[in-house]
Nanobody, 119 residues
Framework: QVRPQESGPGLVKPSQTLSLTCTVS??????????WSWIRQSPGKGLEWMGV???????YYNPSLKSRTSISRDASKNQFSLQLTSVTPEDTAVYYC???????????WGKGTLVTVSS
């Protein structure tokens, strides 16, 4: 079974960079049929798609976050990572990583990790 797992600091100060890693077990992140996404949910709000990295290594971002977001991967560790720069308290959210099959949607999700932006 595919199992994505988020990890990273739970507290980040304003103006700093938020960095999270998703470690995937049970499936390779370089398989071209799948892509891998970061999604977040702020308190009281809906899910927000942040970006995706494909099995080819190409990445695409939510236009509203593109200037602050970077997604990369380490294929040797079967991990992909999120960096969000210049964070504010509005970036406080539960961050999820998920697998995206080429047919669309997300079929396997991590449990999510809460990141709080506060001084």
């Amino acid at each position: 079974q595919v199992r994505p797992q988020e990890s990273g600091p739970g507290l980040v100060k304003p103006s700093q960079t938020l960095s999270l890693t998703c470690t995937v077990s049970g499936g390779s992140i370089t398989t071209t049929y799948y892509a891998w996404s970061w999604i977040r949910q702020s308190p009281g709000k809906g899910l927000e798609w942040m970006g995706v990295i494909h099995g080819t290594g190409s990445s695409y971002y939510n236009p509203s976050l593109k200037s602050r977001t970077s997604i990369s991967r380490d294929a040797s560790k079967n991990q992909f990572s999120l960096q969000l720069t210049s964070v504010t308290p509005e970036d406080t959210a539960v961050y999820y990583c998920a697998r995206v099959p080429s047919s669309g949607g997300c079929d396997y999700w991590g449990k999510g990790t809460l990141v709080t932006v506060s001084s």
